[in-house]
């Protein structure tokens, strides 16, 4: 077990591009998270998958961004037409599905730069 | 959502222990509560988490409150390493919840040698 992997550890694009990352959580977990962290906040939640299933959405997560987990396994976010106000940390994390105790481990995260 | 307030940093010497507190006075008897940290240049990691009793792990202890309005985290020995952001975490165990993680802004631990 290799723990969350996220690719690519850095992105810089230039406003108005789509970029897309990549999550692959850990094999035998079922839920997956996502969330967005800008300098010196704590991580904000996007969306939530239960197996291939998006079962939760922030209101953070504008028409811009789409989520996907097509076979339950990794996952990926695309944000289209990129601004400024995207820079920011993108990490995932993956959980078993209970109990709700249960800890969330994180990947490294994704660094997005919009110039 | 229930909220939690901690110190925004601390400071403490290497091979001392370290308390880090946390305020929740408005948990409600279904939240357990968690703490989460982050090395620099890192996603978050778990540390420990606790309902009602204290608790120990490998990483630290979790001293919780009776009423509950309030925790500490104690990391026995500290060691450059354990600088990080430590976030304190309320979270439901309503049946359906998405179980997200709400991080407030943490308290930054600086380990002085």
């Known amino acids: 077990d290799t723990g969350v992997s996220q690719n690519p550890r850095h992105k810089i694009t230039k406003r108005g591009q789509n970029v897309t990352f990549r999550c692959d959580p850990i094999?035998?977990?079922?839920?997956l998270y996502w969330y967005r962290q800008t300098l010196g906040q704590g991580p904000e939640f996007l969306t939530y998958f239960q197996n291939e299933a998006q079962l939760e959405k922030s209101r953070l997560l504008s028409d811009r961004f789409s989520a996907e987990r097509p076979k339950g396994s990794f996952s990926t976010l695309e944000i289209q037409r990129t601004e400024q106000g995207d820079s920011a940390m993108y990490l995932c994390?993956?959980?078993?599905?209970?109990?709700?105790?249960?800890?969330?481990?994180f990947g490294p995260g994704t660094r997005l730069t919009v110039t | 959502d229930a909220k939690t307030t901690q110190p925004n940093s601390m400071e403490s010497n290497e091979e001392e222990p370290v308390h880090l507190p946390c305020n929740h006075s408005?948990?409600?008897?279904?939240?357990?509560i968690h703490w989460y940290r982050q090395l620099p240049s890192q996603g978050p990691e778990y540390v420990i988490h606790?309902?009602?009793s204290n608790v120990n792990n490998r990483m630290a202890s979790l001293a919780i409150a009776e009423d509950r309005k309030s925790s500490t985290l104690i990391l026995h020995r500290a060691t450059l390493r354990d600088a990080a952001v430590y976030y304190c975490?309320?979270?439901?165990?309503?049946?359906?919840?998405?179980?997200?993680?709400?991080f407030g802004t943490g308290t930054l631990l600086a380990v002085q040698p």
């Open positions: 975490i309320l979270r439901p165990i309503r049946g359906g919840a998405t179980n997200k993680l709400i």
């Open positions: 606790g309902l009602t």
């Open positions: 094999s035998e977990h079922n839920r």
């Open positions: 408005t948990i409600s008897g279904t939240d357990y």
């Open positions: 994390a993956s959980s078993h599905i209970d109990p709700p105790s249960y800890e969330q481990y």
